[in-house]
């Protein structure tokens, strides 16, 4: 039974990151997650429109 007092042993010796990272890492999810999220927005943009002037052809 040494798994739980290792898991606490491990979460003991971790260094966490201070103040100052968090916000950088916080920033730093954010501006990816906006980034992908415009980009998957142009390209269904762009694919609905072929979709609908492919259509309009027939």
């Known amino acids: ?3 739980i007092p290792g898991i606490f042993r491990v979460l003991k010796d971790t260094t966490w990151p201070d103040r ?3 916000w950088k890492d916080f920033l730093a999810v954010i501006e990816y997650t906006a980034f992908f999220t415009l ?3 142009l390209f269904d943009k762009l ?6 002037s492919i259509l309009n052809i027939f």
């Open 1 to 3: 039974m040494k798994f």
């Open 47 to 52: 694919l609905s429109t072929a979709i609908v």
């Open 39 to 41: 980009i998957i927005y």
């Open 20 to 22: 100052k990272q968090r």
